[in-house]
């Protein structure tokens, strides 16, 4: 009779931050596992033979071995076992070179203990029961730099997902406001996948009049339609072989959704006017910036396409929902622009960064990129002060436009004024803006949880001027 061996799993933890290893060996340590703790891959390594783990939580950034090479060495001593790389540097190459590295899970810190806590047990029970799924590299993957900025949370789950689908050839839909990054994100994903080598076909559905949409998308032969002088190859089979971008897809005409289902479901269509089916080997990806169930309930959007297209979904966050990365896309776009344009870089002053987070930029990444495009070529100095913003942005808007809260308060402050002032009383403005400042400077303190730097974020001032105004204010007493 064979004697079942019932094995603890070992569970390695590796990080050179101490904080980290320690809150996730408290956290384990009611969990039937050995946990092993280590400051290094290097020591880790040495201990395979002794303690060969079921898991491993690594660190990317470490000293002596970054957490990728570590995955690799330990993938060379037995693949199955599950890594899950944390990092609190993420970007979208690591992202995607965990999973092409056949990383387990992508943490990105901080990161809650729960749900690392629960990846954990995900991947020991993955190793007991065998598998690990692998994920094939692209040729072009590792060349590729993809300048996509996001260090803000909301960004890193973007990666996180793109990492994951990247090598699949499945739909995928992506949401976001005007500007976000869509077409960057859909370029992501082409330039990831397998397909890489193939063409990269993008199409604005809402940019083509109606009637031409149909030969743009599927081409016709000549004589098709009056005008229709000549053959013409449309765009899905000019993205045979690689991916086909079709931005705006919420205004596709119906008709044309049902075309669109049918090449999606057969892998073939006709060219308009055209007789014999055409084979065409494309994945898909969608952009939108509308609510696609509202277009399904207002009849407007296929209920069918919808779920065909919706297989994974991206959503891309409005820039004011990831403020920190407003430096960073500064930043960055500061030195392309100059280079592009053959000038002098540009700084921005600290109150102009801080200013910049502040705004709610409607246009998104594409309105941040061209202020940086105007500021190279108008800003009179190396640093760019708040005066040399250009003036729609110095000047503050009018109450009704950047006020999206419905609360109207003009026309209580017009009234107020009035009032004052049929008083017989002078000095208006000296009264009302330190009333005015102090409303404003307590709010920003109350939602930044008296955090100052944030509250002048929050403000749009710098931390000094917060520092004066609330000591001429005597808030400080
Ligand atoms: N995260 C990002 N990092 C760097 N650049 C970005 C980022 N997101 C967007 N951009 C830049 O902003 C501009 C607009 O991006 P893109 O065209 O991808 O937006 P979109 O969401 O597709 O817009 P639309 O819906 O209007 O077509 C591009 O120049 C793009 O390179």
Sequence with gaps: MSEELEITPVVWIVDDDASIRWVLEAALEDKPYVVKVFDSPLTALKSFDEFPPSAVLSDVRMPDMDGLTFMEAIHEKDKQIPV????????LDTAVKSY??????????????????????????????GGVTRIRRSRRASKQPLNIIGAAPAMQEVFRILGRVSQLDVTVLINGETGTGKELVAQALHELSPRSEGPFVALNTAAIPRELLESELFGHEKGAFTGAHSQRIGRFEQADGGTLFLDEIGDMPVDLQTRLL????????????????????????????QNMEQLVRDGRFREDLLYRLNIIRIKV???????????????????????????????????VENFLSSLPWPGNVRQLRSLCTWLTIMAPDKTVYLEDLPLELQDPP??????????????????WADKFLSSGREGLHTVAEPIMEKVLIEAALKASGNHRQKAAVLLGWGRNTLTRKTQALGMDD
């Excluded at 899950?84 to 970007?91: S, Y």
């Excluded at 269509?269 to 898909?284: D, K, L, M, Q």
């Excluded at 407003?326 to 500061?334: A, D, K, W």
């Design 317 to 351: 966050p409005a820039l004011r929902e990831r403020r920190e990365d407003i430096p960073l896309l500064v930043r960055f776009y500061m030195e392309l622009e100059a280079k592009a344009l053959g000038l002098e870089e540009k700084q921005l002053s600290k109150e």
């Design 262 to 289: 049918r090449v999606l479901n057969d892998g073939s269509f006709y060219r308009v006017g055209g007789r014999n089916p055409i084979n065409t080997n494309v994945r898909i990806v969608a952009a939108t910036h």
């Design 398 to 415: 009018s109450v009704s436009e950047c006020d999206q809260s419905g609360d109207d308060w003009e026309q209580p402050l017009k009234r």
């Design 84 to 91: 899950i790389i944390m990092t609190a540097h993420a970007d």
């Design 100 to 129: 092409q590295s056949r990383a387990f899970e992508y943490l990105p810190k901080p990161f809650d203990i729960d749900e690392a806590i629960s990846l954990i047990e995900r991947a020991i029970k993955r190793h007991l029961s």
